[in-house]
């Protein structure tokens, strides 16, 4: 005969799949109770295996680590920035960055994301809004802002059109196609 214990474990070994959906479900639905009770007991308690002492004595001793990391593993790290801004989410990124100082100063919307983006190339089918050349290799599509950001537009997908870089060079600030 086994015992409570065990037929317990067998019961979690045989329903791991459904208790794992089950805490899934329960921490989606209690999310705000989790973590107000995470704060609670963190602030009473601290945190048991390394206290905040721990952290800073790691930091005394390896300050450096981070800096050590990259010089080694520079070339790495390199090519692994290179790659991620060929991605659309890299040329979203970099494009939101360029224009953070600009936009802090005059207060301009800079929400396109890199999905947005390729909805509205798939919107326009993968052609200029204006000549309606097809984008390939060697003409490629660039963000062409439908009011200039510097007439007062927004960096958003309600004002942004894909066009050949021709097209957008010519249009210049002016507002409209």
């Known amino acids: 005969m086994i015992s409570q214990k065990e037929s317990k474990q067998q019961w979690r070994e045989k329903n791991k799949e459904h208790i794992r959906d089950y805490n899934?479900?329960?921490?989606q639905t209690h999310l705000e109770y989790i973590?107000?009770?995470?704060?609670e007991y963190f602030k009473k308690n601290g945190h048991k295996?390394?206290?905040?002492?721990y952290f800073k004595q790691w930091r005394e001793l390896n300050g450096d680590y981070h800096k050590l990391y990259y010089q080694e593993n520079r070339d790495a790290i390199i090519e692994y920035h290179r790659q991620y801004r060929k991605t659309e989410a890299g040329k979203a990124n970099?494009?939101?960055s360029y224009n953070k100082r600009r936009d802090s100063e005059r207060v301009i919307i800079s929400t396109l994301t890199a999905e947005e983006w390729l909805n509205i190339l798939n919107e326009y089918q993968f052609r200029c809004a204006y000549c309606k050349k097809q984008f390939n290799l060697f003409n490629r599509a660039t963000r062409d802002h439908i009011i200039p950001i510097s007439k007062g537009g927004h960096n958003v997908k309600?004002?942004?059109?894909?066009?050949?870089?021709?097209c957008n060079s010519?249009?210049?600030d002016k507002i409209g196609g």
């Open 24 to 27: 899934k479900q329960y921490r």
């Open 35 to 39: 973590r107000e009770y995470m704060r």
């Open 49 to 53: 295996k390394y206290p905040p002492e």
């Open 94 to 96: 970099r494009q939101r």
């Open 158 to 166: 309600e004002n942004v059109a894909p066009a050949c870089k021709s």
């Open 170 to 172: 010519s249009k210049k």
